[in-house]
């Protein structure tokens, strides 16, 4: 008679089986468990971003409503106010952008609370702007350009601002990638 060298455990009604069933039985549940909370970690970490506004439509800001009337090349190439020329592989664009205050207690803009995100994370502060900072009141409407330095090749540019204003820029501004 011979003996069996796989150790062995006994089970709830005394049948003996081997001990790397019992130990999968156990093993089983905890990968379900750790695959679970991987997805609903991922699915918690991945929150996906508020998509930004079409370029000529509105967003609501804090006060009324903002919107970008366009984006143009910016020509003035020499430097003004401490501002550098562009890097190689960046231009500057000036965007039109236009505040309309709803609310009884207005809009407050600052140009420094304005900046041009891109896919990836990069961002690009204002350089420079028609008007800096302004209180406009309920039933105005403020018109201002924000002279901002993008790379050429810059993928969904949107003009982030008060609260969770997101405008797009399009991309008939860029100027890199080869022929039109």
Request: hydrophobic share 40%; no cysteine; net charge negative.
């Amino acid at each position: 008679m011979t003996t069996s060298a796989t150790p062995t455990a006994a089970g709830p009604a005394g049948e003996v089986r081997p001990a790397g069933r019992a130990r999968r039985r156990r093993l089983l549940p905890a990968v379900f468990l750790l695959g679970l909370g991987g997805i609903l970690g991922g699915a918690a970490l991945a929150q996906e971003e508020v998509p930004s506004t079409p370029l000529g439509a509105v967003a609501p800001v804090p006060g009324g409503l903002a919107r970008v009337n366009g984006v143009l090349p910016d020509v003035d190439v020499a430097p003004r106010s401490g501002d550098e020329r562009t890097e190689d592989g960046t231009h500057r664009v000036r965007v039109l952008l236009e505040l309309t205050a709803m609310e009884p207690d207005g809009i407050d803009f600052r140009a420094d609370d304005w900046v041009v995100e891109r896919l990836g994370g990069g961002v690009s502060p204002v350089l420079r702007a028609s008007v800096a900072e302004e209180s406009i009141p309920q039933g105005e409407v403020l018109l201002t350009e924000l002279v901002v330095e993008v790379p050429d090749r810059a993928l969904e540019l949107t003009l982030d601002g008060a609260g969770d204003a997101r405008l797009s820029l399009g991309s008939d501004h860029h100027r890199g990638g080869g022929p039109r």
